[in-house]
């Protein structure tokens, strides 16, 4: 089992849409948690980072963390054709302080 | 600094040559470290500093990697006898990795190629 795991997608949406991108980790001792964005060619971009139980709300951006389930999850509301990129999701692991990163989802805002 | 930078920007080396990667941290942060990402690839994690100390090395991929810290700054990649796997984008990190604010910010990366 990866200890942090993204569906690759891609995973496409109308602009003006919400998108809900999601993780989980493996690792329950898990304290922090990031989303990155990547856009081709780019290096990775922190959009949010979230270490309590629940929503976080940064502009059109909001992370949400679920310890009991291990997931994390980011919704971008308003989608635009700009946040077509891939988004990746980081954990700190327990007893460690090395950023795990999953794989990444791929973003398409459709015009 | 502003930002995490760092040097160069792109290489392109003969295999079995020698090259060095720099890295400039966003200035103050005590933790910096160095990722390798294939193309089309996830983040592999290489090697981690706090301050000039390496608690977590166990990404280097073999021993022609190695890397240091000095003044609690700027840090150095050094690959041997670099081989054409070790093809990729180098990206550093720096963090202030303190309890509440473990962000950690990446620089624009090193695009090395091994012909």
């Known amino acids: 089992q990866k200890e942090v795991e993204q569906n690759s997608g891609p995973l496409s949406v109308p602009e003006g849409a919400i998108a809900s991108l999601n993780c989980t980790y493996s690792d329950r001792g898990s304290q922090s948690f990031f989303w990155y964005r990547q856009y081709s060619g780019k290096s990775p971009e922190l959009i949010m980072s979230?270490?309590?139980?629940g929503d976080k709300e940064d502009g059109r951006f909001t992370a949400q963390l679920n310890k009991a389930s291990q997931y994390v999850s980011l919704l971008i509301r308003d989608s635009q054709p700009s946040d077509s990129a891939t988004y990746l999701c980081a954990v700190i692991t327990s007893g460690t302080y090395k950023y795990i990163f999953g794989t990444g989802t791929r973003l398409k805002v459709l015009a | 600094g502003a930002g995490v930078s760092q040097s160069p920007s792109n290489k392109v080396t003969e295999k079995g040559k020698d090259v060095e990667l720099r890295c400039d941290p966003i200035s103050g942060h005590t933790a910096l470290y160095w990722y390798r990402q294939s193309l089309g690839q996830g983040l592999e994690f290489l090697i981690y500093f706090q301050g000039n100390s390496a608690p977590d090395k166990s990404g280097l991929p073999s021993d022609r990697f190695s890397a240091e810290r000095t003044g609690g700054s700027v840090s150095t990649l050094t690959i041997q006898r670099t081989q054409q796997e070790d093809s990729a984008v180098y990206l550093c990190a720096s963090s202030l990795l303190r309890i509440g604010n473990t962000e950690a910010f990446f620089g624009q990366g090193t695009r090395l190629t091994v012909v």
């Open positions: 979230i270490y309590s139980n």
